[in-house]
């Protein structure tokens, strides 16, 4: 009987950490994407300023989300 209701609790702990943790950086969300040309790696300068400058995802979340709506609406 404990053992499921712990499952419920690590299920609900794990979702809620994976809000706070800030959302991973791929090449696709950068500003120079289109300009770049460059393979993706750990050492991009323009990656490491765009973090520096959203430390906590929030303004790349938001993006996504954007991106997220205009895809998703359909034409008349």
Known sequence: MLEPIQDIFARVRDFIDGLRRP???VCGDCDRNQQCGLPPHEDCIEKAMQRERDPDGR?????RRAQARLHSVRPL
């Not at 303004?59 to 993006?63: P, Q, W």
Request: no cysteine; aromatic share 12%; glycine share 0%.
């Open 23 to 25: 959302p991973e950086f």
């Open 59 to 63: 303004i790349l979340l938001a993006k």
